[in-house]
């Protein structure tokens, strides 16, 4: 308890601190979790959103003097396919491979075009017997056609090198990213 403390209080000043950015950069937060308590996976599916850019915090002069363009001076570019990806089920490997991770995940498209290419990337993580983390292996694979307002089940056997993974030791995977 005793060693918790001064973390603590570093990652709260730390937090603090990194809201004081000035309007040059980004501002962002970076944090960490004490490795004894391990990591927190989500619960469902992960969707990324990008932010809007922030304004900036002093507005020049000539900003300020001329007029906004009009909407109809700048061309928008059409939207592109929007993939969600659902919750990730993991299985053991039907055929005992202890290397291998039977990997299934929904894939909608809730664009207005349909999505014909793609990639999909695991991170294949390695524990030992002690359930300490060892290696992350990552891989990818090419994402299924999915069309408008549709879904689809992919299923995958994801493996690591037989030679990584030792008697005693098992393979855990998760989703990384998928782009279409």
Do not use: Q
């Not at 001329?66 to 939207?79: F, L, N, R």
């Not at 498209?109 to 359930?131: E, K, Q, S, Y």
């Not at 056609?145 to 995977?173: N, P």
């Amino acid at each position: 308890m005793r060693r918790k403390a001064p973390v603590f209080a570093i990652s709260v000043l730390a937090a603090l601190l990194s809201g004081c950015a000035g309007s040059d950069r980004d501002p962002y937060v970076a944090t960490a979790a004490d490795p004894a308590e391990g990591t927190i996976p989500p619960l469902g599916g992960v969707e990324l959103i990008p932010l809007p850019p922030s304004p900036s915090a002093s507005p020049s002069a000539s900003s300020l003097a001329s007029p906004p363009a009009s909407p109809s001076a700048s061309p928008s570019p059409s939207p592109g396919p929007a993939l969600r990806v659902g919750p990730l089920h993991r299985a053991p490997d039907p055929a005992g491979r202890r290397w291998c991770d039977k990997v299934t995940l929904t894939f909608t498209n809730t664009g207005p075009r349909p999505i014909t290419t793609g990639t999909v990337t695991f991170a294949t993580h390695v524990f030992d017997a002690t359930g300490a983390e060892r290696a992350t292996l990552p891989s990818s694979s090419a994402l299924p056609a999915i069309g408008v307002g549709r879904w689809v089940e992919g299923a995958w056997s994801v493996c690591a090198d037989e030679g990584r993974v030792g008697v005693g030791m098992r393979v855990e995977t998760r989703v990384v990213s998928a782009t279409p």
